[in-house]
């Protein structure tokens, strides 16, 4: 099921795991994760207008209220059954008529995009659920949000393709010894939400033409041709070469026409417990210049671990203040309360990847925050 390079990934986690089940049983161990510190956020760039319908139907506006970092973490708190609650925010308003109002209520919008590791996927995976059949989870069995649940990769990929009722086509292939493919493409009317893989600095960008993959179909109903999911190999791929080589990360982002990208380079970047992204500082500024100014792209924050991974504030405050990100979707400080209330642990299936439940706190987190941005 994985190369080797994976293999090895896997034995570092489940080695790092077992350390960290008996280091968390020490005081200091503990006190360092509570040590973790929000500094303030840089002032998100002005825009021009906020829907008022939406913030009344929310309660709060989110996304002023998460730019306050300090603040907004305090906040925060998941229930024993895994449902996130954000003070003065009624998260339980955001039903599939708000998503599509939100999503929909601005010409200049034209959808979501989505990119980064494991995490980011099964995110993307629990909002297109939600919004192409109007409920936040799948089959217990075999949820969207876990691959172990299958016998192959290929199954994962079918199978999820499959729940989205002919609303996505999957550029997806997983096979051993070969590079992993996975750029995902919903559209349900004027719905545009997309996932494109993104790894560690070194690991290619691989993907397949949109017009041999049959975008267009999906104007009505998505018929996916080429490729079936799981059979889109690297062998007739394009390769955009690697995260860090010139010009990469700017193609990926231009490459579709979402006015609000989500970006995240976390666990894959991770060297012995420290966010590698600060040292390519000067490529991703480099970039995020050459991106489109129809674009306005979002660092997504690495989501809380067992692994006690502190987040990379420093990196992308910097990146907001000197304009090369528009701002910051805080999903560290959204799940760093589940550690703080013991619930962390019971939240994850493996030391990296959450239960469904964490990602629909997440999503409703997203639409709350996206929806309350000005245009």
């Not at 969207?144 to 299958?150: H, L, P, S, V």
């Not at 999906?218 to 999911?229: E, G, I, K, N, S």
Request: proline content about 5%; aromatic content about 12%.
């Amino acid at each position: 099921m994985f190369n080797r390079k994976l293999g090895v990934f896997v034995c570092v986690v489940v080695l790092s795991s077992i350390l960290i089940v008996y280091l968390s049983e020490s005081a200091w161990f503990s006190s360092l994760l509570v040590l973790v510190e929000f500094p303030p956020a840089p002032p998100v760039a002005a825009g021009s207008t906020v829907s008022s319908s939406l913030v009344e139907i929310l309660g709060c506006n989110l996304s002023l209220i998460m730019s306050d970092r300090v603040k907004f973490k305090s906040l925060v708190s998941w229930s024993k059954e895994k449902v996130l609650s954000i003070t003065n925010c009624s998260l339980d308003k955001i039903d599939v008529t708000f998503a599509q109002t939100c999503l929909r209520s601005s010409s200049k919008r034209n959808g979501i995009q989505l990119i980064g590791d494991s995490v980011t996927r099964y995110q993307y995976l629990n909002l297109v659920y939600f919004l192409a059949t109007g409920n936040w989870t799948s089959d217990p069995s075999q949820p969207n949000e876990c691959e172990a649940q299958y016998s192959s990769w290929n199954e994962f990929y079918s199978v999820t393709n499959e729940r989205m009722q002919g609303h996505e086509i999957c550029d997806c292939s997983r096979n051993p010894g070969e590079t992993i493919i996975e750029n995902r493409y919903f559209q349900m009317e004027e719905l545009l939400v997309t996932y494109r893989q993104l790894f560690s600095p070194s690991y290619p960008i691989l993907a397949h033409n949109t017009t041999l993959l049959n975008i267009s179909s999906c104007a009505t109903h998505c018929q996916q041709a080429f490729c079936a999911p799981g059979q889109c190999g690297p062998a007739t791929a394009d390769n955009m070469s690697f995260a860090i080589t010139p010009g990469s990360l700017s193609a990926l982002i231009n490459a579709h026409t979402a006015r609000d990208v989500f970006i995240n380079a976390g666990i894959w970047w991770n060297s012995y417990g420290r966010n590698t992204v600060e040292d390519f500082a000067e490529i991703w500024k480099n970039e995020l210049a050459r991106v489109k100014p129809s674009h306005r792209v979002h660092w997504k924050m690495t989501t809380a671990t067992q692994l006690a991974w502190g987040p990379e504030y420093g990196f992308v405050d910097s990146m907001v203040a000197d304009g090369h990100l528009f701002s910051v979707f805080d999903t560290y400080a959204l799940t760093f309360p589940l550690f703080e209330q013991g619930l962390l642990a019971e939240a994850m299936w493996d030391v990296f990847h959450f239960f469904p439940p964490i990602y629909v706190g997440l999503n409703q987190a997203l639409l709350g925050y996206l929806c309350t941005l000005p245009d």
